[in-house]
């Protein structure tokens, strides 16, 4: 755990001392000091490089959930591919300088101490905001992790771990004070104007964020918590009156996106192109399971999510790969393949990276509906969240595509032909947030099961080995924190499960 410490302070050493950078926070680059690093200096740090791990650091959940896969221009990832992770797959989702979870909280730790001393109440709720997103996605890969001793380096060099569902509890609660923090609030300054990449210091655009990421804290423990449980929060959001994140209105931020190393949107940047317009993602393509599932169902979304082949070969504009496959010499290589960033996706080097999708929030209020916590009409919420996903995309016609594709007589589409709408609702959320959170694909999967015939992996080496239920603990933890670790119990990636996958 010691690795915590160094990275999270070399993190705030380097965003200071890089002169391209967005978040300069030292007069003199050689010489950075705490006291120099004030709460509006860390949140638009804080919040481009959380907004650029969600975006770019989940190719595996993309791989594994059926969306992406390896192009013919590569040869097999065996660990990857064949399900056996080991203790470094996903090590830099831990801790890894300037993009592993624990680096991002630990300076949105700093930010909520300094807002807490210097009475900056809006950088503190802001800063809660971020450690649910952050210890959200710690617990939905590891289970249980470090949480309450973990930023405690003066008693606790060596935290223990929380339990999982102690953890979304604490978030529940900490998102409950960010939102009346924020309700007190009744204007902002120029600084935080600034500062705030996201919502300009719009509190009741921060609080329909915290309802939206409350809902999702609950989602993912829909086969978990008890109906009293999710009364109980879900009167809280209810009591708050702002609402959830709606149609056209996602979270996104933008510090000033250039064409320029390194200060290109994320997600153009790791799948598109470089400033000089280099190709730099040629490993993954699509997959062929969810090309076929748009292109058996009649839905143009997959030529917004995938783009055309460079070079077709025999008329295939539309080329993808199954995952896992033994790919020959002789087949199409990712020149003549679909790429993963299409023009509904990765619409300009310069655009705002988003957060939290209207696309998402959507999706999860029309399941909510549906299970009876909060009130409308189930069937019109899921026909706006598909709809959203379309216009979302930027489809041609977007309105009248929708409701031409929610038309269909198809047991995936069609809400009155559907048996369980749950899983239609989420049928339909899986197959709208390819490329904008393949994560939360990934949690779904575990969740419910969704999509039901999702293929394995073709990977030769794969065996008996299944879809991982879970990340291992990284290595450093073993080798620093081995006591604290090793009281977790042993830890199998195929059947050690996370609390709320029942």
């Not at 004030?38 to 059926?66: C, I």
């Not at 990977?459 to 299944?466: L, Q, Y």
């Not at 073993?478 to 006591?483: C, F, I, K, L, R």
């Amino acid at each position: 755990m010691k690795k915590i410490i160094y990275a999270s302070i070399l993190s705030l050493l380097v965003m200071a001392g890089c002169k391209k950078s967005f978040f300069d926070i030292n007069q003199n680059p050689n010489a950075p000091v705490e006291g120099s690093v004030t709460p509006a200096l860390l949140l638009p740090s804080t919040l481009s490089r959380t907004a650029a791990k969600m975006a770019t650091s989940y190719n595996y959940a993309a791989l594994w959930m059926g969306y992406w896969a390896r192009s013919g221009t590569y040869g097999p990832s065996t660990e990857q591919e064949s399900y056996a992770i080991t203790t470094t797959f996903g090590a830099t989702q831990w801790t890894n300088v300037n993009t592993g979870w624990y680096d991002i909280l630990f300076d949105a730790d700093i930010m909520e101490k300094k807002g807490t001393a210097s009475g900056q109440t809006f950088y503190v709720g802001a800063a809660k905001v971020i450690k649910s997103i952050g210890f959200m996605y710690l617990v939905d890969q590891f289970g249980n992790v470090p949480y309450s001793k973990a930023f405690d380096f003066q008693n606790n060099i060596l935290p223990t771990y929380d339990k999982g569902e102690d953890i979304y509890a604490s978030l529940l609660a900490k998102l409950d004070e960010a939102a009346k923090t924020f309700a007190a609030i009744s204007s902002t300054s120029a600084e935080i104007k600034a500062a705030d990449i996201m919502f300009k210091g719009d509190v009741t655009k921060w609080r329909k964020l915290i309802n939206t990421q409350r809902l999702k804290l609950l989602i993912h423990q829909s086969e978990y918590l008890s109906a009293a449980a999710v009364t109980t929060e879900i009167a809280k959001i209810t009591a708050d009156g702002s609402g959830f994140i709606t149609a056209g209105n996602s979270a996104s931020v933008n510090p000033g996106y250039a064409v320029a190393k390194d200060q290109q949107n994320p997600f153009w940047g790791a799948y598109k192109t470089t400033e000089l317009g280099a190709v730099v993602d040629d490993y993954n393509r699509a997959n062929n399971y969810i090309l076929n599932k748009f292109r058996n169902n009649d839905d143009i979304r997959y030529q917004y999510v995938f783009s055309k082949a460079a070079t077709p070969l025999n008329g295939n504009t539309y080329y993808g790969y199954n995952y896992g496959e033994s790919i020959p010499n002789s087949d199409p290589k990712a020149i003549n393949s679909s790429d993963v960033a299409g023009p509904g996706l990765a619409k300009s080097p310069t655009q705002d990276q988003w957060v939290f999708t209207s696309v998402e929030s959507l999706f999860l209020q029309a399941e909510a509906i549906q299970r009876g916590w909060i009130s409308g009409s189930a069937q019109s919420a899921y026909n706006a969240a598909v709809t959203e996903s379309f216009t979302w995309l930027g489809v041609a016609d977007a309105t009248n595509t929708a409701t031409t594709y929610l038309a269909q007589a198809n047991p995936i589409v069609s809400w009155t032909l559907a048996t369980d709408k749950i899983r239609l609702i989420d049928m339909q959320k899986y197959l709208a947030l390819i490329g904008i959170n393949n994560f939360e694909a990934y949690v779904d999967y575990r969740r419910l099961s969704v999509p039901a015939d999702l293929p394995l992996s073709l990977s030769p080496s794969r065996g008996s080995n299944i879809i991982p239920s879970r990340l291992l603990y990284p290595q450093t933890e073993y080798n620093t924190n081995a006591a604290n670790v090793a009281a977790q119990g042993t830890i199998n990636a195929q059947t050690s499960k996370i609390f709320w996958d029942k």
